[in-house]
């Protein structure tokens, strides 16, 4: 039962008056420190029986830890969490369909790229005057990522700028350096073959829609953007189109794998070291570190090649959390999102179970100082993501970013035997995309900017 | 356990204390028109609740859309859309596609599982066989192994770098021309065994005496399993079909487990994985509500015109 009382919490909490979020933040603030020092994460076991009670629903790895953090660390609120299936495998249905029932949980996970297209539910509660005072904290393209429409309808917990991973080990034998510019990438990548022909430089998983669409990004042309109340759609923008050419020619001469990342064949193609490297983001540090135990000192990262002179990175996942509209609790909701993005015993206890990449710029330093690595060769892995994490151009996802996600890997599936090309996909995606918004009745401004 | 009867059982013959007192002996027919409600009670709640509220909430859902304004970032409004939601889908190439790939997908399917399991049924049923219980089990088993385990298990049978029938057959079986005879394979894997059952089954009716005329007439054995008992069950086979063809409709499990290993399978591959696309990533209930209508129609429509086969073939 998610919804079910909790045993041992009155089931009339919510009809009691709250506590004013001052008193909340006063309680709340420092807490986590406190806890980690007592080493009791355990319980919530003395929760008073005027708690307000906040319902999360999350697949953030960790998230039952930081939970149980809060809870025991203070009385006033009592932040239950149910953990669902990750986004588009299921939790985005999950959330959409509780909102539409009107059964939302307080608390609702959502991605950046899946902000706007939740939004359209009308679900979320708009933050803008909680979160003001926030607003320099954060780092900007996170903070913008929780802005669709230039109201704030999130709290960004983590972000995650692409990068680079790659064998130095097997770079160094071959007498390769790390690619700093896609020009030196594909020259990379005719070495890696030469080294080894059934060697490739890395795969570009064209079933993955969220990987190419954080491609774009870094060329800072935006797929969506905001014009007088009305969508642009530049999905065959020049910038998408420059990199459509690029991964077309790389594709169709066999320089790179084009199959997904993280299935079977691709560990094994890594483990026999017939992948010389991933295009990836942050959460690759874990990933790797976790699933490539053996070759500890093997592998560095990088951030990702750029275009000509041009230092920027693209983004590729991070976490963000909104708060329903009708939640009867928002107050206590905000409270502890508030701690879960800017508190430090957060990022102290994410170093210990997976990879903390924060998006309070802050906590970065936190993470950085309590996180061990002992797993990358080459230049630390903080100095890397911290260049990234601040070059990241303009953005903005569309209110359709989902359904993209998916026509996306559907249009480029005929391009590894010929049937299509990467630039033509991404002609007919641009079109596909402005029809469907146009059938839903959004305003989408005519003209694309090709 | 007789302790633990409980009073609500009318058949009890010694009902206990609080057990409603015995309707009066007088009117038989109410009685026995009551005793029949309360049986079908049960099956027609559940066929209520889990059937037709569900169908005509479908239906119903089906003849809405929700409609965005402007940026769509304040929430969308539940229109009336009466039968427009179908015409999206009627035109929608996706939809076409989907629905061409389970046409191509039952073409190979259903002729391949029958003539198999067809051949593993009359070979069980034939006197010479040894170990019948043993082969019996061996080729149900597939059927016990719960599809999307068994999605994964050949997936990776099929997977370059780590599968061994990944270079095998002459075609890659995760290309866009291999991967539809590997979805037809893995399930005819799975059913082919379960259809045996079935068939055997039906074989075992087959009366002895015809059996024997036939052998006094001089049948061989093939003769015997080609113009008797192939005729003889029939009807079982046709129901077979009507099953094979609603389930090829509603392919799902397989391109949906492949999907994560090819971008081969599109996220509209056959018209179900296009419902699960509607509804739960792209959250256009209407579109996915009227193509799921869709689906039923053309499935009593296709199960409506093999009964009538079978019809006219028995008569």
């Not at chain 1, 994460?41 to 708690?51: D, E, P």
């Not at chain 1, 559907?410 to 469907?436: I, N």
């Not at chain 2, 007789?2 to 013959?13: F, L």
């Amino acid at each position: 039962m998610v919804f079910g009382t909790p045993s041992g919490a009155a089931g009339g909490s919510r009809s009691r008056p709250l506590p004013s979020r001052r008193s909340l933040l006063r309680a709340a603030s420092g807490l986590g420190a406190g806890a980690l020092a007592g080493g009791a994460l355990t319980g919530c076991s003395q929760r008073s029986s005027s708690a307000a009670r906040v319902r999360i629903w999350s697949w953030l790895s960790g998230m039952d830890q930081y939970v149980a953090a809060f809870n025991s660390a203070q009385r006033d609120i009592h932040v239950q969490l149910s953990s669902i299936a990750a986004g588009v495998s299921g939790g985005y249905a999950q959330l959409a369909n509780a909102i539409r029932a009107h059964n939302a949980p307080d608390i609702l996970h959502t991605e950046y790229q899946a902000l706007p297209q939740i939004l359209t539910t009308g679900g979320l509660r708009d933050l803008t005057d909680d979160m003001a005072d926030l607003a320099d904290g954060f780092l900007p393209a996170a903070w913008r990522g929780v802005r669709p429409g230039g109201r704030t309808w999130a709290v960004p917990m983590d972000f995650c700028p692409m990068t680079f991973f790659y064998r130095k080990d097997l770079y160094d034998e071959a007498g390769i350096g790390a690619p700093r510019t896609w020009e030196e990438f594909a020259r990379a990548a005719t070495a890696v073959r030469r080294a080894d022909p059934e060697a490739r430089i890395a795969t570009f998983p064209i079933n993955d829609g969220a990987f190419f669409a954080g491609m774009a990004w870094q060329t800072g042309d935006p797929w969506w953007r905001i014009a007088a109340n009305s969508w642009q759609v530049g999905i065959d923008g020049e910038g998408t189109m420059a990199l459509a050419g690029y991964w077309q020619d790389l594709i169709a001469s066999g320089k790179v794998a084009h199959t997904a990342v993280a299935t079977q064949s691709w560990a094994s193609a890594i483990h026999r070291g017939k992948l010389w490297g991933m295009l990836g983001a942050t959460w690759g540090v874990g990933t790797i570190k976790r699933s490539l135990a053996a070759d500890k000192g093997r592998w560095a990262l990088t951030t990702m090649p750029t275009w000509g002179d041009r230092q920027a990175n693209g983004v590729f996942g991070g976490s963000a959390f909104g708060v329903s509209a009708e939640s009867e609790v928002p107050e206590a909701a905000l409270t502890f999102l508030r701690w879960l993005a800017t508190d430090p015993a957060v990022p102290r206890i994410g170093a210990r179970l997976t990879f903390p990449s924060p998006a309070w710029a802050a906590n970065r330093k936190v993470a950085r100082a309590a996180y061990q690595d002992d797993f990358f060769t080459g230049e630390p892995i903080f100095d890397v993501l911290d260049r990234a994490a601040v070059r990241v151009p303009e953005w903005t996802w569309g209110p359709t970013s989902l359904s993209v996600f998916s026509a996306v890997a559907d249009v480029l599936a005929p391009v590894p035997t010929g049937g299509t090309t990467v630039p033509r996909a991404m002609h007919k995606l641009q079109s596909s995309t402005v029809a469907m918004m146009r059938d839903r009745g959004l305003a989408v401004a005519d003209g694309g900017r090709t | 356990m007789t302790t633990t009867v409980t009073s609500s059982q009318p058949a009890h013959p010694a009902p206990p204390a609080r057990t409603q007192p015995p309707a009066p002996p007088a009117r038989p027919a109410r009685r026995r028109r009551s005793t029949g409600a309360g049986l079908a009670a049960p099956f027609a709640v559940l066929l209520l609740c889990t059937v037709l509220v569900p169908v005509g909430y479908a239906a119903w859902l089906s003849l809405f859309t929700d409609r965005l304004s402007g940026l769509g970032l304040g929430g969308y409004r539940q229109v009336f859309a009466g039968l427009a939601t179908y015409a999206t889908v009627l035109t929608d190439p996706a939809a076409h596609a989907s629905a061409a790939h389970v046409a191509g997908y039952a073409l190979i399917h259903i002729p391949v599982m029958f003539a198999v399991a067809l051949l593993i049924a009359l070979l069980l049923n034939s006197a010479t066989v040894r170990l019948r219980q043993v082969w019996t089990l061996a080729v149900f088993l597939p059927y016990a192994v719960p599809g999307v385990i068994a999605g994964l298990i050949w997936a990776y049978l099929y997977s370059p770098g780590i599968g061994p029938l990944s270079a095998t057959p002459p075609v890659d079986p995760l290309s866009d021309t291999g991967v539809l005879p590997s979805i037809v394979n893995m399930a005819t894997w799975q059913w082919t065994g379960y259809n045996v059952i079935i068939f055997y089954t039906a074989l075992q009716t087959v009366p002895r005496e015809v059996l024997e005329a036939a052998r006094a007439d001089g049948a061989g054995p093939l003769r015997t399993a080609l113009s008797i008992k192939v005729p003889m069950i029939r009807p079982t086979l046709f129901v077979a079909l009507v099953f094979t063809t609603i389930g090829s409709l509603q392919l799902f499990t397989e391109p949906m487990v492949l999907r994560t290993f090819t971008s081969t399978v599109t996220s509209t591959w056959t018209p179900s994985l296009y419902i699960y696309e509607a509804a739960f990533i792209s959250n256009d209930y209407g579109r996915a509500a009227a193509a799921s209508i869709l689906l039923a129609i053309a499935s009593a429509l296709l199960s409506a015109l093999v009964m009538r086969l079978s019809a006219r073939k028995s008569r």
